[in-house]
């Protein structure tokens, strides 16, 4: 839906978001996808605002080159933790996550290949 109009889905993207709300059991109808052309290409840290709705669940998929996702938390003792995302990874952000911790997508040498990374979230304030 784009500004009240229904909109084409895109065969790929519709079929990983029906696994994603099979796994889940939330419809996730936000899709956000982000291109790393190379390693160099990064994210700092930050939280995901709630821009379309809820953060209570976040799935990201990552396809193509390996990068690591990197997670620390926002109040003392600050923790940070590594994730290693492989080509085909699903990661999950549950609820309190976006509350409780920053993540980024750390800078890599430069001959890494490319990677999109594909968000899927909700969309207002729906709990399913």
């Keep these: 839906m784009h500004h009240g109009r229904q909109t084409k889905s895109f065969p790929l993207l519709e ?15 936000v899709a956000v996808c982000l291109y790393y052309p190379n390693g160099q290409e ?9 821009a379309f709705g809820s953060t209570d669940l976040i ?12 997670i620390r938390s926002k109040t003392p003792p600050h923790k940070h933790y590594n994730i290693t995302l492989e080509n085909g990874s699903l ?14 997508i750390a800078k890599g040498d430069n001959t890494i290949g490319p ?3 594909i968000s899927f979230r909700r969309f207002g304030n729906s709990k399913t």
Excluded at 59 to 70: D, N, P, T, Y
Excluded at 91 to 104: R, S, V
Aim: charged content about 20%; some cysteine; aromatic content about 10%.
């Design 91 to 104: 990661l999950l952000m549950g609820k309190g996550f976006q509350n409780d911790y920053e993540h980024a």
């Design 42 to 50: 990064s994210l700092g840290f930050h939280s995901d605002l709630p």
């Design 15 to 29: 079929e990983l978001r029906q696994q994603i709300t099979e796994r889940t059991g939330c419809n996730l109808a």
């Design 59 to 70: 799935a990201s998929i990552s396809m193509g080159a390996q990068r690591e996702f990197l």
């Design 115 to 117: 990677r999109f990374n």
